[in-house]
């Protein structure tokens, strides 16, 4: 990949009289955020993540980051939560990258019953409200979107997603490449008792197994969503570690679960993760200090 430059052009101070998500502009918060467009090389333009936020406290330790790549918005706090707050808490630069766009038809009939204008990108707007917030309570370095801010479409299909993901990642590896990488593990957790898996996940996984295999990711994480619908069964394979997490992190993680609960009409907060999605995910999650991480290995492609 060519050589790729940021630059910044554009600072806006987000006032507390904001109070919904805009992109480039971002949902009302307590105190004034950073948001920046990057010039990007006109090749990878479209494939890559625009950054809407961006925490103003400095970190002073050299430390390696860990990237967080969220498939959808809830993904990174279900099943990454905890491990997000301990990097965060020990001093590493901590980034989000939400992969896809959250566009979803039953979500959309439910913002119709509350506003007969709204479409699909409402549902988009309503669901980076949260997922933004959550990601702040994390305390998270910064958080990006992909497709230049847009996120990717899911209809688009696994194989089309699996290639949008690679160069995605693939531009994270060489703007950090100390990085450690992390996802969901989309091939070891399955998402019903007839052991279905999740395709969007399975293309976020295998995204990492192509550049892991040529050798432009070295470390990588995989930590399980499903699993928290308590339904662990033979099709899902023994995961290769059971983190108990510190409670002063389980904490953090229980914020931002309450980030997803959060209701409140007229700063477009719909807790549409809590209560329109995937609410036994976000309640077991909330209840369970573990978290359960899978080694690239043993995410074998399907």
């Known amino acids: ?24 502009s971002i949902a009302k918060m307590n105190q004034e955020y950073s948001v920046k467009n990057s010039t990007l090389n006109d090749s990878v333009r479209s494939e890559i993540s625009q950054i ?6 400095k970190n002073t330790k050299a430390l390696p980051p860990f990237i967080y790549y969220a498939p959808h918005q809830d993904d990174e706090t279900i099943g990454m939560g905890a491990s997000i707050a301990e990097k965060v808490r020990l001093g590493h630069p901590v980034y989000i990258v939400l992969l896809t766009n959250g566009a979803n038809e039953e979500i959309l009939k439910y913002l119709k019953s509350i506003d007969s204008n709204a479409i699909m990108k409402d549902v988009t707007q309503a669901r980076n409200n949260e997922f933004l917030a959550a990601c702040i309570s994390l305390g ?73 295999s040529n ?32 409670s002063k992190d389980h904490k953090v993680k229980q914020k931002a679960i309450n980030q997803y609960k959060l209701v409140n009409h007229t700063k477009k907060r719909y807790g549409i993760g809590y209560y329109h999605s995937v609410y036994a995910l976000l309640e077991n999650a909330y209840n369970s200090k573990f978290e359960y991480i899978d080694f690239i290995e043993n995410d074998s492609i399907k």
Not at 3 to 10: P, Y
Not at 179 to 195: F, K, L, R
């Open 52 to 57: 809407i936020w961006e925490n103003n406290k």
């Open 1 to 24: 990949m060519k050589q790729i430059s940021f630059l910044f052009i554009l600072i806006i101070f987000i006032h507390s009289s904001c109070q919904q998500f805009k992109r480039p």
């Open 215 to 246: 050798k432009i990711v070295k470390e990588i994480n995989l930590f399980r969503i499903y699993i928290y619908y308590n339904n662990i069964n033979s099709c899902d394979r023994p995961c290769s570690i059971i983190k108990n997490s510190k």
């Open 140 to 212: 998270v370095s910064k958080v990006f979107i992909s497709n230049n801010g847009e996120g990717f479409d899911e209809t688009m299909g696994k194989e089309n997603l699996e290639d949008k993901f690679e160069v995605t990642i693939r531009f994270f590896s060489d703007l950090y490449p100390n990085a450690t990488h992390n996802t969901v593990s989309g091939n070891c957790d399955s998402y019903n008792n007839e052991c279905h898996k999740m395709s969007t996940h399975q293309a976020a996984t295998n995204a990492l197994h192509k550049l892991f």
